[in-house]
């Protein structure tokens, strides 16, 4: 039996069943020799037992008219969500009517204001994003194709060691199919280095502190426990490689982090560990989930980190900026304009990728017109909460469930986008214990980015860019339909592009 990958590919591919299990044999040897693996979901605490992510054996099709415009508009979407994040009336004024009802929400506009009120201490913040796109093709087989954006993730932007790999692996399959250099080189982008991304602005903040002699330290905020928890190794192992070990970094969950931190030193403010070593850079990689807050110390611990002068990525502002309800008002006329002034034209780009999205705290004609539409048709739209990840979100029948039992307070703190309809691709699905098929899916294409800048804050300084890179990206697949697709539960796998 011969096998072929995608009827969208530029260059044949076939090969036999015996040629196949052998490619796929060759694929997860390279996988655990080379990192692309993580713990297993029956010990998710232990690094000991590990399995190979979930991948596809061969890159996907993905528009290359449509990538290039997804990497070349990240720096503007840098600034644009650094500049949100000190707009402290905006950010206030937009989640008025979600705190009502999302007390999780609630929590993070409660700290935002404290800090607002008693001033902040540090201006300078870190943005380490991943904006996160769709192929939109509503017309099935019209190859006319569209970016849409999905989210954008301001905090424990993730899987960038997975998808630096993966794209390693998948150059390395094409050539041992006998698919010669120049094509390879011609469909696959040049390079992808989401970990130099991270690293390099996570060390550039650290070593643009003036801390004098003191050694000063990194602090990774985490969760307890993590699948996940090798590829933030990875950041980890870059910055000991750019520092030459220089730069110590530590881990603690936020329960930890109300044991052992402590504001002191020289101006009352410097967040300290043990009373003794400073911190000078916060990267969270938890601090995003209300499972990560299980009470009011982890609350307490966060507070006070946001009152420290370390440089904290994302901080408050950054993280509130990254809900969905900033991504509906975002859609709405002249907001993008308001904090890209000077760069009409990325203001145009940017909201080309925009899908429909509605907000939902008004009883006004036009919003129960929506409402109606989503509950007679709710195959066409997604119903999100304000949780980063796609945490929550309602599909189909469910969409007309909810929305036929909320009330308006519960309504508003929600939003209505529009349903993506993603361009469908073959591939090989290769997950852990399973057996591989070729199967119709959809991918999500990621662009991450890094900015680091001197906030322009009321009574302070004018604003100061002094990074804004962005330098790497990573697909997640799944079978066509399925709704929620995360790595971590197995729904999704780590992708590549083929450019076409």
Known sequence: MDHTCASRYPFPIK????????????????AH??????????????SDICQTAPFTLLPSPFPNRLFQEAVNIQQAINLLYFRISSDYEFLVNAHAEVIKTDDFTRHFVEILKHIHKVGLKQTKTLLIQRADYMCDEQVVGSNDFRLRQVEVNNIAASMGWLGEMTSCLHRRTLQDLG???EIIDNYLPPSNQPIDTIAEGIFDAWLGLDVGDVKSLILFVVEDVNQNQLDQRHVEYRIDKLSARRAKCVRLTLTECAHRLTLGGTSGYELLLDKNECITIVYFRAGYSPSNYPSELEWNARLQIELSTAVKCPWIG???????????????????????????????????????LWGLENDDVSTQEIVKKAIE?????????????????????????????????ERAAHILMERIRPMVVKNYL?????????????GELGVYGCLYGEMKMKGCKDERIMMNISKGHIIRSKCEHVDKGGV????????SPLLI
């Open 15 to 30: 090969f036999d069943e015996e040629s196949l299990n052998k490619m796929v044999e060759n694929a997860v040897d390279w």
């Open 33 to 46: 020799g080379h990192g692309l693996v993580m713990r297993t979901a029956d010990h998710k605490d232990r």
């Open 179 to 181: 698919v010669s250099d």
């Open 318 to 356: 950054l993280q509130l900026a990254n809900t969905k309800k900033i991504q509906q008002v975002l859609a709405e006329e002249g907001q993008l304009e308001k904090f890209l002034a000077e760069a009409k034209s990325d203001c145009v780009r940017i909201r080309a990728t925009f899908a429909g």
């Open 377 to 409: 048709h709710p195959e066409r739209f997604v119903l999100k909460p304000q949780l980063e990840g796609g945490g929550g979100n309602y599909y189909g029948d469910e969409v007309s469930t909810k929305l036929k039992r909320m009330n308006l307070s």
């Open 430 to 442: 290769i997950r852990p214990f399973e057996s591989v098929e070729l199967s119709n899916i959809v």
């Open 488 to 495: 971590a539960i197995g729904a999704a796998v780590i992708d």
